[in-house]
């Protein structure tokens, strides 16, 4: 099984299982890619997201650059029509993340605080999510700094370019 396939294998278990919808690049699902962000739709129940990885990613230890096993690392924003989320903004690192705490989002020197639970960060609120969906659409990058549960620290720059357009493809089909 390729890494595309594994990945949609991956995608459809933890759409069962969680408030975060988790794709890449090839799945069969994607129904767009416009520049760095794919777009991508499941049906019963619909759900719609966008989905692009890291351009750029550090991991660091103890002040210097370290080489680590990191699983996908991808940032999302997700649309579920029947459970009331129009606009789910999510991160996940790839690692588990240490206890108790943070990750900080930087959208082109705007910086956002969102809380983790295992290997994904979320925005506490619904406003959150709009502001930081905003600064996104406004921004050039965002960058993701978190650190892990063995003490890594990590910084996932992720780009834009494209954001706006895919952002609203998504909202066109799970409008309802």
């Known amino acids: 099984m390729n890494r595309i396939s594994r990945i949609a294998v991956t995608v459809a278990a933890m759409i069962c299982a969680t408030s975060t919808a988790f794709a890449q690049d090839q799945s069969t699902n ?98 959150d999510d709009n502001r930081i969906i905003a600064a996104m659409k406004r921004g050039a990058d965002a960058v993701m700094t978190g650190q892990s549960s063995r003490g890594t620290n990590t910084q996932d720059k992720f780009s834009l370019l494209g954001f706006t357009a895919a952002l609203e493809d998504a909202e066109k089909r799970c409008s309802s």
């Not at 351009?55 to 210097?64: C, H, I, L």
């Not at 903004?89 to 943070?102: K, L, N």
């Open 30 to 127: 994607r129904v767009n890619a416009v520049t760095d962000w794919s777009v991508f739709v499941e049906q019963d129940p619909t759900q719609c997201w966008v989905v692009s990885s890291p351009v750029e990613t550090v991991n660091t230890k103890d002040g210097r650059v370290v080489a680590v096993n990191r699983g996908d690392i991808l940032m999302f924003v997700s649309y579920w029509p029947g459970a009331g989320k129009l606009g789910e903004v999510s991160f996940t690192g790839g690692y588990p993340f240490g206890e108790g705490t943070t990750v900080t989002l930087d959208i082109s020197g705007t910086k956002f605080e969102l809380f983790t639970t295992g290997e994904t960060a979320w925005a506490a609120t619904p406003e």
